[in-house]
């Protein structure tokens, strides 16, 4: 899973709480992504950053927010706005450059659990 | 707006024979494809690119595809299939509009099955 480190690995939230998805990476790259895995979806982008302090929306935004106060980290919070969070979750990086479409690396992944 | 099909939900093989794992696209202007693996409870490792030039890519562990642009196709091969290689696996376009960080666009996925 190269050098970005998810935590927890699991994580269990009870209706109505807000939740904090973990990811670090020490590989260097500028931009860092968060997508959400359901069976039998794929993954679909939730938001992503190119760099320090700025972050776009991805394909399913609602419910969830982040922050890159750092290089290195790119939390993601599930609020008690998105209705259905019981899902993998995985972050990735890439670096970026000009005519570069580097491949991204993948973290071990959260699996989020409402009760 | 771009799109990425894997036809098979399921696909088995017998140890050492050949594989194949199906993946069309629909994007405009230049494809950049990629195939990624998942092992069970694991994040997505990468296995290979096209981005420009030959058609027939090699990635790792004996993996490769090749690029067909009329059919639109990007099928992922290995010439000899082991038990190990079982894993799900995603076939992903880059989003044709981005400039800056590399977003991808992800099929459903293709559950292999290598049969020992």
């Known amino acids: 899973d190269g050098g970005i480190t998810q935590s927890p690995k699991y994580l269990f939230r009870k209706e109505g709480q807000n939740v904090t998805l973990s990811c670090e990476q020490n590989?260097?790259?500028?931009?860092m992504y968060w997508y959400r895995q359901d069976p039998g979806q794929g993954l679909r982008l939730i938001y992503y950053?190119?760099?320090?302090?700025?972050?776009q929306k991805g394909d399913i935004a609602e419910g969830y927010s982040v922050s890159r106060e750092k290089k290195e980290s790119f939390p993601l919070t599930v609020t008690s706005a998105q209705k259905n969070p019981t899902a993998f979750y995985l972050c990735?990086?890439?670096?970026?450059?000009?005519?570069?479409?580097?491949?991204?690396?993948f973290g071990p992944g959260t699996r989020l659990t409402v009760l | 707006a771009q799109s990425v099909a894997q036809p098979e939900d399921q696909v088995n093989v017998a140890e050492g024979n050949p594989l194949t794992v199906k993946c069309t696209y629909s994007v405009s202007g230049n494809p950049y494809l990629f195939w990624y693996v998942q092992y069970p409870n694991r994040g997505l490792q990468f296995l290979l690119k096209y981005i420009t030039g030959d058609n027939l890519v090699k990635g790792s562990y004996g993996f490769e595809a090749e690029f067909n642009k009329s059919q639109t196709s990007f099928h992922l091969k290995k010439p000899s299939a082991l038990v190990s290689d079982s894993a799900l696996y995603f076939c992903a376009v880059r989003a044709p509009y981005q400039t800056g960080a590399n977003n991808l666009f992800f099929g459903t996925g293709t559950r292999l099955t290598v049969i020992p």
């Open positions: 950053s190119q760099i320090v302090n700025d972050f």
């Open positions: 590989l260097n790259h500028d931009a």
């Open positions: 990735a990086s890439s670096s970026m450059g000009q005519g570069v479409y580097n491949e991204q690396f």
